[in-house]
């Protein structure tokens, strides 16, 4: 069995370099320091990925902004656009497809490959890793690590090693010198919380681990011990799934307002706008949602959710809103509200089967008329060049791409 792990580098950034240049940008930002994160003005920044110049000064995704400004003054920072990070992702799965038809799409940025009964066509694997990595480079602009090797955990282990741009075997008789020398921490699956409890007992590299007596790790982390023993030893017997579509299971935005709201009609202002643009996202995928979910945060941080199961699909803007409000006045306590979110989830593709209530079907038609043009001018001529009357001499504002905290996608495996 050949399986490759197809890993883009520095996802975030790379994809929106690529993009940037493609718009004409003068300069690449993979080559300065630069950053991608939320915007400050909003009373947060988090480091979301940042370029190789600016790890060289020590910025690590997750810190905030600030503290990453302060190692690097001259920082260059950008907002995150998870619209164009899903189409890169697309683009990227396609011409794997080209390679095999059983491609995992494990992650936003990452797809593992079942190159077993490609070599007849494609010959030599490490060749057509090769082949790969560079046709992603030259067609997309951005650049991947390919890890080959018998099965997943070794050819992800393979993508793990030195990067960018490289192709990486790791199969078992090469486990002892590339993956044992390792930090513990390195290996799939060993998070923060193990790999303390792991070098408490002097296991601090991965070999280390696979030397280690596996009833002793069972008794240390119960279970996980024996996966991570496996994982160390190079054991991982589970398939590449196919799937034609990353197992997305919600779609968000959430916004940290730059001053504490304290007027339910104000605060409906702003859900308003993220129903905008959580609205015009499903309906570019063509999804359509049976749960609504909202998300307040209070000045004194506390915080409260709320959801609500509807009876039919949704993807109308106005239903987004309609029902949001709905679950707002069910969760505002009256206090002033720091931060807002919006969830929707349990897709339906559009056009499956399902039951229609007998009202409000002219207004539904209507309505998706309305969003179908909006969307359609917003998405050449930019978020707004069609603003609602609403908005029109107002401190709130439409949300726009990554402007706010979060487009966010919640997604069935891997890192987001």
């Known amino acids: 069995m050949i399986i490759m792990h197809i890993d883009a580098n520095s996802a ?31 009373r947060r920044g988090i480091i979301l990925a940042k370029s190789i110049p600016a790890k060289k000064y020590g910025i690590i995704t997750g ?19 998870y619209d164009l990070y899903m189409s890169c992702s697309e683009a990227m799965y396609r011409i794997l497809l080209e390679y095999s ?17 490609s070599g007849l066509k494609f010959g030599d ?35 793990e090693l ?21 930090p513990v921490e390195e290996l799939f699956m060993v998070g923060r919380a193990s790999a303390a409890r792991l070098r408490r007992v002097g296991i601090c590299t991965i070999g280390d681990l696979a030397k280690a007596d596996v009833m002793y790790l ?31 299971k919600g779609v968000g935005n959430s916004m940290t307002l730059k001053y504490d709201v304290d007027s339910a009609k104000e605060a409906k202002m702003f859900i308003l706008s993220l129903s905008e643009r959580v609205g015009m996202r499903i309906r570019k995928r063509g999804f359509q949602a049976r749960l609504i979910s909202i998300y307040v945060k209070y000045s004194n941080f506390e915080r409260y959710s709320h959801r609500m199961k509807l009876y039919e699909a949704i993807d109308s803007t106005t239903e987004i809103y309609k029902h949001a409000c709905m679950l707002f006045d069910r969760s505002w306590n009256g206090k002033p509200v720091r931060q807002l ?11 499956e089967p399902e039951q229609l209530s007998m009202f409000g079907a002219e207004n539904r038609e209507k309505e998706k008329s309305l969003d179908t043009t909006i969307d359609s001018i917003r998405e050449k001529y930019g978020q707004n060049s069609v603003m609602r009357g609403i908005f029109v001499n107002q401190t709130v504002k439409p949300v726009e791409g990554g402007v706010n905290d979060g487009n966010y996608i919640m997604m069935g495996g891997g890192e987001q």
């Open 218 to 248: 069972k008794s240390l982390l119960k279970s996980h011990g024996v996966l991570v023993w496996n994982y160390a030893n190079g054991i991982d017997t589970s398939p590449v799934i196919l799937n034609d579509d990353i197992c997305q």
């Open 125 to 159: 694997p490490v060749e057509a890793a090769h082949r790969i990595k560079d046709r992603i480079k030259n067609e997309l602009g951005y650049t991947v690590n390919v890890g080959v090797s018998c099965n997943k955990l070794l050819a992800k282990m393979g993508s």
């Open 12 to 42: 975030y950034l790379s994809w929106t370099a690529a993009h940037m240049l493609q718009k004409g940008f003068g300069t690449d930002i993979r080559e300065i320091p630069s950053a991608i994160a939320g915007n400050p003005e909003n």
């Open 341 to 351: 979110g919006i969830a929707v989830s349990e897709f339906n593709r559009r056009g």
């Open 162 to 182: 030195k990067k960018p741009d490289r192709v990486h075997t790791l199969f078992p008789d090469e486990i002892e010198k590339k993956m044992w020398p390792l």
């Open 101 to 117: 038809p059983v491609v995992q799409r494990y992650s936003v940025d990452e797809c593992y490959l079942d190159y077993t009964a």
């Open 63 to 81: 810190e905030s902004l600030y503290e990453a400004k302060r190692k690097c003054p001259e920082l260059q920072v950008f907002p995150p656009d």
